[in-house]
């Protein structure tokens, strides 16, 4: 099936509006639910990002001065191209990737939406004018292009993730080197193309394929990129963010979550089990904002137990290019091998285990890389399975008395990106909005579901004070500049002239 979506069988760079030569060292890009070969990959060298650097910036310095209104002309027919490429893109996506084809025609809408909502940034862009102390002095500040952008992007939302970044860099004026994941590379050559059909000018975007180690520590270390924009791992995030520390350059961290959804006493049950089973077992749990944790009240908790053994039994798990499969594959073995050593952990501590827990790999599942959905009770604030990220089908119940020692369980680990309650009392929704320590809170809804126009991003381990998405996005990617316009015809001295 690739062969009809995709022309090419091997994926090459883009840099200064050329495709490269086909040829030099790859690697494979694995089908998930099939373990077949989809395409090959290059693993660049350093060299690559020199070049893409040498070329944005280059291409930077004269789209800094196309008017943001003309730059967001581009964003529009990036937009428009997306909309009608749109079943190709999530097929292709569901191949590269194994998330279920209805969600991946989600992350390509997200994609799609964000090139609009962007596009309309280049008639925003908004700064402030504000009085001046003095006499006969205007003054106002200013977003200005930070100038060559660094994006390093995960496999788990390959798209969406890259517009969420490239999208405000380039209407803000800056030109990007985009280095996407090794396992993941296709969304970024299709988004490539479009940006080259758009119009958007050589050099503004690059992509350098290659592996993180190679090309994204290339990047990091580069003099010439000034920001660095990353989602992925916290490992991987805390060793660039040391190496940007060390250089001065603006890093923006978008990194791992441990997220629970509350359910409290008074909650509606059935539309709880609904927003568990979509945010815990949806990508196969491989999302960021995954519903890792459940904490419940222990006078519902086995009304829920009950309820979600039965909503499980529906999951349907399989290729996602089927529309009836609800849990597509783990991205690949070592995903795989993860999941089963936790469920070690799981066991070892002590929780119970009441559904999955194993690796599928008979019959349809025989060639792909499939975990049955998880479910563990009885499990304690304090246990690794509570504390820890697992990015798999698997979920955790810690039972709580009270709505104050929900919070405090929610709050009482290292990451802050998403949470969610189920209750029917609003003076409880209101404090939980205020007192749950997470980027992202939701009421009645699972854990998962942002929308592109608010931020997107994490309080604690999860993130460095950033945001991706909405109108903060265009924080990480201009800098302030004030600027004083004295129209008095005298030296007048701030502070020091005031009458
Ligand atoms: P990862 O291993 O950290 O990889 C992320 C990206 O960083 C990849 O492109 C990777 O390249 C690159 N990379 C690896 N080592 C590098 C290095 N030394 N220098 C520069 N770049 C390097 O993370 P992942 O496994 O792909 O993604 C899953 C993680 O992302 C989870 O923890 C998840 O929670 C997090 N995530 C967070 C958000 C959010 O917004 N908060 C959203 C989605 C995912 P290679 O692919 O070539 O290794």
Not at 220 to 237: A, L, M, Q, W
Request: hydrophobic share 40%; proline share 3%; aromatic share 8%.
């Amino acid at each position: 099936m690739a062969e009809t979506l995709l022309e090419v069988k091997q994926l090459t760079n883009f840099i200064n509006g050329v495709w490269g030569e086909s040829g030099g060292k790859t690697t494979a890009v694995i089908n998930p639910a099939t373990g077949e070969t989809v395409v090959e990959v290059p693993l660049s060298g350093a060299e690559s990002v020199n070049e893409a650097v040498a070329a944005a910036k280059r291409a930077q310095k004269e789209w800094a001065l196309v008017p943001a209104p003309q730059r967001a002309e581009v964003l529009f027919r990036v937009g428009t191209l997306l909309k009608e490429r749109k079943e190709k893109l999530s097929q292709l996506l569901t191949m590269e990737n194994g998330k279920v084809i209805e969600e991946a025609r989600g992350e390509v809408q997200e994609g799609i939406d964000m090139a609009f909502y962007m596009a309309g940034e280049g008639r925003r862009l908004f700064g402030q004018t504000t009085p001046s102390e003095l006499k006969d002095k205007f003054a106002m500040s200013v977003r200005a292009p930070v100038g060559v952008v660094g994006i390093i992007t995960p496999w788990n939302f390959p798209i969406a993730i890259a517009t969420w970044k490239s999208f405000p860099a380039i209407v803000a004026g800056n030109a990007v080197v985009w280095k996407p994941a090794t396992e993941t590379p296709i969304m970024a050559y299709e988004l490539a193309k479009i940006f080259e059909e758009a119009g958007l000018p050589k050099g503004v975007i690059n992509v350098v394929f290659g592996s993180g180690s190679t090309v994204g520590d290339a990047m990091v270390e580069h003099d010439d990129i000034r920001v660095i924009s990353f989602t992925g791992s916290n490992d991987t995030g805390r060793n660039i963010a040391g190496k940007c520390g060390q250089q001065l350059k603006k890093v923006s961290l978008e990194m791992g979550g441990k997220n629970a959804v509350i359910v409290m006493d008074d909650a509606d049950l059935d539309l709880a089990v609904e927003g568990i089973l979509w945010s815990a077992f949806g990508t196969s749990g491989q999302r960021c904002t995954a519903c890792s944790r459940v904490i419940v009240h222990e006078a519902v908790k086995e009304r829920l137990e009950e309820r979600l053994l039965v909503a499980m039994e529906g999951l349907t798990i399989g290729n996602g290019l089927d529309e009836t499969i609800k849990v597509g594959p783990i991205i690949n073995k070592s995903g795989l091998e993860k999941i089963k050593s936790y469920i070690e952990i799981g066991k070892n501590e002590g929780a119970k285990m009441l559904a999955g827990g194993y690796v599928m790999d008979e019959g349809a599942h025989a060639e792909g890389n499939y975990f049955a959905p998880t479910l563990f009770t009885d499990v304690t604030e304090d246990m690794r399975i509570g504390q820890e990220e697992i990015f798999g089908p698997v979920v955790s119940l810690i039972p709580v008395k009270s709505f104050e020692e929900a919070i405090e369980v929610n709050n009482g680990v290292t990451y802050g990106l998403s949470s969610s309650i189920f209750t029917g009392d609003v003076n409880r929704v209101f404090k939980a909005q205020r007192d749950l320590d997470t980027g992202i809170v939701y009421v009645n809804a699972g854990t998962s579901g942002a929308e592109i126009h608010l931020p997107f991003g994490g309080t604690k381990g999860t993130g460095n004070g950033h945001r991706d998405s909405g109108v903060a996005a265009l924080d990480v990617f201009t800098e302030w500049k004030a600027v004083y316009v004295d129209y008095s015809g005298k030296l007048q001295r701030a502070q020091i002239d005031v009458e």
